[in-house]
């Protein structure tokens, strides 16, 4: 017992005294900024958005970081002067010593409690964040930080509010139509439609949300010649054939992060990450195998939330102006009464694939960044549903990906190769306007 108090006298005077000279070492700027964006993945998991919605924290909070790291390094434009809306960015004060890291930390996670609704959760993860650079950093430069990252959450806030979000919060519910070949809510729980006024989201790169409109999908046709009705069955007999393999992939790639599971009279909630928050996932992989410095994965952060952002205004526009028809609904009535798809249908019309494009776009602009054959081990929902798949390049996996929704029964393989088309358009735009 007297020697396990003198340790802990002996650790304080040594912490004491590195504190007084200054000489506690930070952690790996990296790291934090990876920490972080795992943090509020969680956060995100735990209050439960729909996939645009969290797309849109990616990108605010994302962007905010980059802005305030950008300047530890003098050759790192800045992209917000590249986007739509934003306001003027602050500068750092030439006569003030300053932390970056912990600026970029403060308006990520500043931008984030406007975001977010688990305040308490998210203050545990700031305070922790902060804690890193209190024995390391003078007073004076801890808070000349703090305010520099928190005059940059404030303009990034400014843009926020204005992008219509608030909005579309206040206008009516979607429930689809009885037309046919139009969308309506689906088996089990017939929810109405989600974010049904997404579209009307303003962008941050796309000149309109309907700027690469993929046209209308084929039309209703009950001949069994038609394209409509073989789009159909297509999808049922993938359905009852499906290999393990295809099950796997189909699981892998759901990212649903609400599903309700039904067992006779019992429902039981499973919460996932979002599409986009398994792509965020697989940007800190590409970071972490090439080692990037802090600002590289800033930039990485922020382009790929980026991707995912303006392909769901792209896809979700797209979507509510066809209001196209889920496969279950036109299989339960012409063809299996009884048949259900391997995933559990999304809320929301069928035409075009969410993922398929969403995931194109962030294949496509991770691409430019670390190159066409970038092999990695995609072990980004490990923590969520205990599975992990290999691929040999970010579109190798966005196509896998695609082909999922196919698999799982709640898509055409029409809408897919759409989607990924008009994704892949985003990605490339992307890359024109703010990685040339």
């Not at 995609?378 to 990906?401: G, K, P, V, W």
């Amino acid at each position: 017992m007297k020697n396990y108090a003198l340790n802990i006298i002996m650790l304080i005077i040594v912490l004491g005294g590195c504190k007084n000279q200054e000489k506690l070492q930070l952690p790996n700027a990296a790291d934090i900024l990876h920490n972080n964006q795992r943090n509020l993945t969680d956060l995100i998991v735990y209050d439960i958005f729909s996939p645009p919605a969290a797309s849109r924290i990616y990108a605010y909070t994302s962007l905010a970081a980059h802005e305030a790291i950008r300047h530890a390094d003098t050759a790192e434009a800045s992209l917000i002067l590249k986007l739509k809306g934003f306001p003027k960015m602050p500068e750092p004060d030439k006569n003030k010593k300053y932390n970056f890291t912990l600026a970029a930390s403060k308006a990520f996670y500043s931008v984030a409690a406007n975001l977010t609704f688990s305040k308490d959760t998210l203050l545990k993860y700031e305070t922790a964040a902060y804690a890193l650079f209190k024995g390391a950093l003078s007073d004076q430069e801890y808070s000349n930080s703090i305010n520099f990252g928190d005059t940059i959450a404030k303009k990034i806030l400014e843009r926020m509010s204005s992008d219509n979000y608030k909005k579309t919060r206040a206008l009516e519910k979607y429930y689809g139509s009885k037309e046919d070949c139009k969308w309506q809510p689906t088996a089990p729980d017939y929810l109405d439609g989600v974010e049904p006024y997404w579209g009307q989201i303003k962008s941050l790169v796309m000149d309109s949300a309907n700027q690469f409109d993929p046209g209308p999908p084929p039309p209703f046709n009950k001949n069994k010649e038609s394209e409509f009705y073989k789009m159909n069955r297509e999808v049922y007999d993938i359905g009852i054939n499906l290999t393990q393999e295809q099950k796997d992939i189909a699981h892998f790639w759901d990212d649903n992060p609400f599903v309700m599971e039904h067992t006779g009279h019992m429902m039981m909630a499973t919460k996932k990450q979002t599409p986009g928050g398994h792509w965020m996932g697989i940007a800190t992989i590409a970071c972490r195998q090439t080692k990037a410095s802090a600002v590289k994965a800033a930039r990485t952060y922020a382009l790929t939330a980026v991707a995912l952002f303006e392909g769901f205004i792209c896809v979700f526009d797209t979507k509510y102006r066809y209001s196209y028809v889920r496969p279950i609904t036109i299989i339960n009535q012409w063809i299996d009464p009884k048949w259900e798809p391997c995933l559990q249908t999304p809320p929301f019309p069928e035409y075009t694939s969410g993922h398929s494009t969403i995931t194109g776009s962030a294949a496509t602009v991770l691409t430019k960044m670390y190159g066409d054959h970038f092999t990695f081990q995609d072990t980004s929902d490990m923590r969520y549903i205990n599975m992990q798949r290999h691929f040999q390049s970010f579109l190798q996996a966005s196509e896998e990906c695609s082909v999922s929704r196919l698999y799982g029964g709640i898509h055409y393989r029409q809408s897919l190769t759409r989607g990924a088309d008009c994704g892949k358009k985003i990605g490339a735009l992307i890359i024109n306007q703010l990685l040339k």
